[in-house]
C-alpha cells in the first residue's frame, strides 16, 4: 500500500530592517521546507543574512500590512503557510505540534491559531493582557486571506480554525524606546483614521486611559510581572491618551 505523502510547509515572513533579530527567527525555521521572505527595502543587511539562512528573498515595496502579508503567503509554494513576524521564533514543542497536526488534518480544517508568549523587558510576559494573545497563523494554502489596515490587519480563514497548544515565542520590543516609537507610529495612524476630533475627544481619552490602565495592571493582573507589568501598563495608557489627543491636534486650525 502507498504512504500518503507528508503535506508540506512553507514559511511566511515580511521584514524591513530587521538585521539584528531575523536571525533568531530563521534558526528556528529548519523543520519547514520552504522560508519565503519578501523585504520592502533594509539598508542594514536583512535581505543577505535571510539568504545566508537560506531564506527565499523577494522585494516588494511597502503596500500595506495587510496587502504586504498577502503577496508574502501568495508567493509560497507548499500546502500549508506558517506566518510569521520577524521579532518571533517558533518554539521547538510547536514545531513539533505543527508536524504532527499536518500529518492528519481534516478535510474542513483549514486553519490553526496558537498563543503567543511575549518577552520584553528581560522577562516573559504572562499577564496584563499580553498572554495568551491567540493568533490565527498556519492556513492551508488558497484558503485564507489577510484583511484589514495597519492596526487592525488579520488572517481570515475560509473553514475551521482549530487551536494548538504550545506558543509562538515574540520578542515584542527592542526596549522602551522601541516600545514608544511604536505607540508614536500607530496612535498617528488611529487618529489619522479616526480624522479630526473636538476638544471633548482628549478628556474622553483621559478617562479611557485610566481606565486601560486599571485594565491591564489590577483586572488582568499585570502586576505579577513585576516592574515590565507597570511599564507595560503606564505605556498602554499612554497609546490611548495619545490617539485621542492626536486625534484632536488634526482638527486645530493651521498657522
Known amino acids: 500500500m502507498m504512504q ?3 503535506p508540506t510547509l512553507s514559511i511566511a515572513v515580511i521584514t524591513k530592517n530587521e538585521a539584528d533579530r531575523i536571525g533568531r527567527l530563521l534558526s528556528s525555521t529548519s523543520f519547514a521546507d520552504e522560508v519565503v521572505v519578501v523585504d520592502s527595502g533594509s ?8 539568504i545566508d539562512h537560506g531564506a527565499r528573498v523577494i522585494f516588494n515595496p511597502w503596500p500595506g500590512y495587510a496587502a504586504q502579508k498577502q503577496f508574502a ?3 509560497t509554494s507548499s500546502d500549508w503557510i506558517l506566518n510569521l513576524d520577524a521579532d518571533e521564533v517558533v518554539s521547538g514543542p510547536l514545531a513539533e505540534e505543527i508536524l504532527s497536526r499536518l500529518d492528519t488534518p481534516a478535510p474542513d480544517v483549514n486553519g490553526f491559531s496558537m498563543p503567543r508568549l511575549s518577552r520584553y523587558l528581560g522577562r ?3 499577564h496584563g493582557g499580553w498572554y495568551p494573545d491567540r493568533k490565527i497563523r498556519l492556513v492551508r494554502k488558497g484558503r485564507s486571506e489577510w484583511k484589514g489596515d495597519g492596526l487592525h490587519e488579520k488572517l481570515v ?5 482549530q487551536p494548538l497548544s504550545d506558543p509562538i515565542l515574540h520578542y515584542v520590543y527592542r526596549g522602551i524606546s522601541d516600545q514608544l516609537t511604536t505607540i508614536d507610529k500607530f496612535s498617528g495612524l488611529y487618529a489619522r483614521e479616526r480624522g479630526p476630533a473636538g476638544g471633548g475627544f482628549v478628556l474622553i481619552g483621559m478617562l ?3 481606565g486601560k ?3 491591564c495592571y489590577v483586572w488582568k493582573l499585570g502586576f505579577l510581572d513585576g516592574l515590565a507589568g507597570l511599564v507595560i501598563a503606564m505605556n498602554s ?5 495619545l490617539k485621542h489627543s492626536k486625534a484632536w491636534e488634526l482638527g486645530l486650525p493651521g498657522e
Open 4 to 6: 500518503e505523502k507528508r
Open 157 to 161: 480563514v475560509k473553514g475551521k480554525v
Open 237 to 241: 495608557a499612554w497609546y490611548v491618551f
Open 208 to 210: 479611557h486611559a485610566a
Open 43 to 50: 539598508t542594514d543587511g536583512t535581505q543577505q543574512r535571510c
Open 73 to 75: 503567503m501568495e508567493q
Open 124 to 126: 516573559w510576559i504572562k
Open 213 to 215: 490602565f486599571l485594565e
